[in-house]
Structures are given as structure tokens and as C-alpha cells.
């Protein structure tokens, strides 16, 4: 089965400066990838995904992460933060389409943004 | 278009009690998923149907759980009786498809957060 940890449960940054939220993922074969965000009281809102290709890939808000198959990590970054990038970051993984959607979530990293 | 919607926002019920979520998908998603997330922790899934039928729900609690989703659109999550574990945020979330979370991504309700005193 598919796991996914998150190492750091939060971190605080100041604003403007570059952030990085580390995934790592226990799986066979290249899963699907995916970070999601929570701000409070909200639902959880893709911001990007990845399964092949290119393995540095672009998402929503100026987020991007890099998938290291030999570390079997896919970390989220960002160069420079904003206040209102202050929210809960998740790490998913799906096994596929065989599997159809199941999602398996890491538990989580909270972002706190100085001023 | 319209989001996930999900009702009620906030209950708080004693251990014992009965309780019932309910969640109306984006138009059109034919696959939709209630998760449990526990503070501090990531969401899991409870239940997966496509239309009306169920697709996976082996991590659902079924001596107290059940859910239904009877004319394929809309859901209704019930805890019957409640324990003080069961405290946390029920989200539903739907996609357009069932069989590629990649090409069909979920889109997650407002959640609600349920206290059991």
C-alpha cells in the first residue's frame, strides 16, 4: 500500500522569503503525485500534479515542485511567500488508474508567514 | 461554476447521538467521496460511489457508519451512535470521473467540523 509522510508538521516564514515543503512517498512503481492547500474553514484546492514527464512542474499561486524518483520525493516550493500563503499544504499519492481514485494523504505541513 | 456544497458548517453532538451530513456535488461529477480528516492529521477516505453504486468503501466504519448516495447526485453521511473519536471534519469532494484522479481531479466541499462531547 501507498504512503506518503510529511516531515515537518509546521514551519514559519518570513514574507518574501523562499519556502520549501518537503514529501516523501512509499510506492512500487511512479505514482500520481499531487499537493493540495487548506486554508481555514476552506476545502482542500489542487495546486498542482504530476505523473510523467518533465519532473520540475508548475502550478497555481507560483508553486512548484520537483519529483526525485532516487529520493522518492516530490517537495513543494516557492521562491518568495506571501501573507496570504498561510494555510495547511498536503501531499497525496494515487496508485494509478487501476486503482481508480484513491487518494492517500500525508498529514499535512501548517505554514505560518511572518510579517 | 458552483462548488461542492456541504451542510450543515458546524455540529456539535453528545457521545451517542445520531448525526448526518449532507453534500451536494458540482454538476455533472459522477464520482463522489466523503474523507475524514482528524486535527493534525491528512484526510482519509471513508467512501467512494460512482452515480449510486459504490466503488470502495472498506475504510468505512460500517457498525456506525453508512452513506448513501440514492439518485446519484447527492449524498447523505450518517453516525449512528457517535463516539467521542468520530470529532472531526467530514469533507466531500466529487470528480467528473471515477477512474483517473489525474485526468479527473477532485474538487473538495467547505467540510463540516463535528464535535462529539
Known amino acids: 500500500a501507498q504512503s506518503v509522510t510529511q516531515p515537518d508538521i509546521h514551519i514559519t516564514v518570513s514574507e518574501g522569503a523562499s519556502l520549501e515543503l518537503r514529501c516523501n512517498y512509499s510506492?512500487?512503481?511512479?505514482?500520481?503525485l499531487f499537493w493540495y492547500v487548506q486554508s481555514p474553514g476552506q476545502g482542500l484546492q489542487l495546486l498542482l500534479k504530476y505523473f510523467s514527464g518533465d519532473t520540475l512542474v508548475q502550478g497555481i499561486k507560483g508553486f512548484e515542485a520537483e519529483f526525485k524518483r532516487s529520493q522518492s520525493s516530490f517537495n513543494l516550493r516557492k521562491p518568495s511567500v506571501h501573507w496570504s500563503d498561510a494555510a495547511e499544504y498536503f501531499c497525496?499519492?494515487?496508485?494509478?488508474?487501476?486503482?481508480?481514485?484513491?487518494?492517500?494523504f500525508g498529514g499535512g505541513t501548517r505554514v505560518l508567514v511572518k510579517p | 461554476e458552483a462548488g461542492v456544497a456541504q451542510s450543515p458548517r458546524y455540529k456539535i453532538i453528545e457521545k451517542r447521538q445520531s448525526v448526518a451530513f449532507w453534500c451536494n456535488p458540482i454538476?455533472?461529477?459522477?464520482?463522489l467521496y466523503w474523507y475524514q480528516q482528524i486535527l493534525g492529521q491528512g484526510p482519509k477516505l471513508l467512501i467512494q460511489?460512482?452515480?449510486?453504486?459504490?466503488?470502495?468503501d472498506s475504510q468505512l466504519p460500517k457498525d456506525r457508519f453508512s452513506a448513501e448516495r440514492l439518485k446519484g447526485v447527492d449524498s447523505t453521511l450518517k453516525i449512528q451512535p457517535a463516539k467521542l473519536e468520530d470529532s472531526a471534519v467530514y469533507l466531500c469532494?466529487?470528480?467528473?470521473?471515477?477512474?483517473?484522479?489525474?485526468?479527473?481531479?477532485?474538487?473538495f466541499g467547505n467540510g463540516t467540523r463535528l464535535t462529539v462531547t
Open positions: 460511489f460512482q452515480n449510486n453504486g459504490v466503488v470502495d
Open positions: 454538476s455533472g461529477h459522477a464520482t
Open positions: 510506492y512500487g512503481a511512479t505514482p500520481y
Open positions: 469532494a466529487s470528480s467528473l470521473e471515477w477512474d483517473s484522479v489525474y485526468n479527473s481531479p477532485l474538487h
Open positions: 497525496a499519492v494515487a496508485p494509478g488508474k487501476a486503482a481508480g481514485n484513491k487518494l492517500t
